[in-house]
Structure formats: C-alpha cells, structure tokens
C-alpha cells in the first residue's frame, strides 16, 4: 500500500475564526501562497463546506467532480481506508484553491510511484478548484510542496486536465519560470456541446439530412408501442425513486453484465446515490427520461458547475436498442443550447465515442501531465522516465 500523505498539524484551517474573506489577486500582492494537506474529513464540516462552495463559485474552471456535494460522497464511499487527502492553497487566510490528493504506487502498469490528483472510475474531469486569477499561485505552491514532500515519489501526475484555459497555461508557465520539467504524456479530444445555434439548427448542420430523416422514423415507430414521453427535471422531488430508476436501468444492459454498472459495486452505487441526491437537493442536476407508459426507456443525469454542463451518465434499456431511444434522448438533450447561464456542456465520454461523436460537433481536448520534482538526481530520474514514455511517441503526445 501507498504510503500516506503527510498531513500538515499546524493547520490555521481557512474556515477557522479569524480567517480573512476572499481576496483579489491584485490585493495579494507578494503575500506567499502556502498548500496545506488534511485528513478529507476535516472538509466534511457545515462551516469547511460553505468554504469549499465559495470557492467553486469563484473558480474560472468549473469541476463539478471536485466540489463538496460529489466529491465528499466519492471519498466517503470509494476511498474510506485509502491514502487520500484534501489539499488546499491559501493566501494569507483566504482559501484560493482545493482539490484531492493522493500517493500512487504504481503508473500505468509499472511501479513508478508518484504523488498526482485523486480520480476515481466515475471522475471525468482532474482540474483543481481555483479561484479566478490564483492558478499560477495554485501551482506555485503545489510544486513547492512537492518538492519538499516527496519522499518516495519520483514526479508529479496530473491526469484528466482541460489544456485550454488558464489552468493548462499557467501550469506551463510556472514549469517554465522554474526550470522545471514538464511533459503532457497524453491527449485526447472529447465531445463538446458549444454553439450559438438552436437545437433544430445545430442538428441540421450536424446530422445529414438522411439520418435526421431515419431518428424521426425511430421515434414514430416508438411511439406506436404506446404513450412516448420525454421528462426533464431540475428540482428534488421524487430523486430518490429516479435514481434506483437509473441504477436497475443501467444494471440491466451490457455494464451490467460486464460488471461495469454502478449498482455492480456497493460504494459505487453508493456514491451515485448521495452524490445526485444532494445535486438535485443544490440545484445542480437534470433528469431527464425518455419514458414509454410511464416506464424509462432512456435516462440522462447532467450535472451544473459554474458556466458548464456535464453529460454525467446515461443509460437505456437494450430491448428497444432498434429505436435508439439513447440517441434520441440526446437529441432531446440539444435544449442545452437555449441555456444562456451555460453555454457548454462536456460530454464527459471517451474520445472517438461512436454515438455522440456524430451529435456533437465540438471538441475538448483532455491531457494527462508529468511533472519533475525534489533535487537534482529526482529529477534527473524523472526526465529518463519521460523519455521513455515519450519515446514511444503515441498519437497526441507531445513536449510542452
């Protein structure tokens, strides 16, 4: 087992008395931004989750996987026992940054062990919580930590982070400030949902007329086998019986035989249980359903942060997988567009994903990032690992 993270002891918590309101970067001035790691259940208070909420209101890159109401559940449910830690910058008491973090004995398939960001199966997004203007205070901090934390860990990973936007930029060029080695080992471009179109006019320049014209007889068909009804929510009533809904959905098609479904495992189903019902409870989730006399056919949960939308997960019943009810939800889904408060939804899919590749016309480009630290020969170790990772040279990687 992964040795655990170090948990700092004289910790002036940023939800303690006396901590100082949120603060401009300007008004930072050369105040030294400090990263303090904690046990995650000292987050778990009334009082440290108003801070962290704050906080994600503030971040100019939304995570909804990293804020208190999914990402508490995911470490309650999928990491009780393990080595994880709530890591959090501050500049003089005011919380500018938070996000989990963990040892990691093993990269890939070989035991190179490092220090990275905490992901779990249903996590799709790894950028850190940052309040607006901090980022380069975030990684400022977070590289010094690491280099005098090390201890058996031979560089920084970064998995599952957005490469355009303020985060990815100012993660190089504080690696570039510092002299410090910094390779993107990964990328890959993911479905995106962004447009100023309508939902009937992004679809006709999306989809050829011809396949426009085979999801209408799709869903002619359908409806003859009795009462087709699509039902979208936003609010908290009757959650829970949507969700066991999903669970049995999902459960009953090919995740499910693979063992892949949510309900497969206890803490799985148990971080989807909490996680959107206290999204629904926030706010923060849509239902939506494609329902055949009053049964679900096909469901979607889509959850809100800040400026975004994430396509969190969906799911269809295969005994009508000749109608694609899964595709025709999605074009329901399309409404999105007419939400002026968010005008991007992440798929949060694989890339190349053969369904919503073809909706879908944007893209987001996803990376996974490798980081030197410690001393010299750490660091010297580091660079041969990143040659040899690098020189196989897969498609998309690339120097930064």
Partial sequence: MAPALETDTDVKHPWSAGATPALSPTAAGTVAPVLDVVDWQEWSTPEARAKWDDLAARSATPNPFFESWLLLPALAALAPSRPVRIATVRIGGSLVAL??????????????????TWLHANCFLGAPLVAAGFEQALWQALFGWADSHAGTALFLHLAAMPLDGPLADALVETALQEGRRLALVHREERALLQSNLSPESYLAAAVPGKKRKEYRRQRARLGELGDLQVVRSRDGDH?????EAFLALEAQGWKGRAGSALACAPGTAAFFRQGMAEAARRGRLERLSLELDGQPIAMLATLFAGSGTFSFKTA????FARFSPGVLLQLENLDLLQDPARPWCDSCAAADHPMIDSLWTERRAIGRFSIAIGGRVRRAACDALLALELGRNPVGIKNR
């Fill in 316 to 319: 269809f019943d295969e005994r």
């Fill in 239 to 243: 959650v829970e019986a949507w969700i």
């Fill in 99 to 116: 996000f989990p973090l963990a040892r990691a004995a093993r990269h890939g398939r070989h035991p190179l062990p490092h220090l990275a």
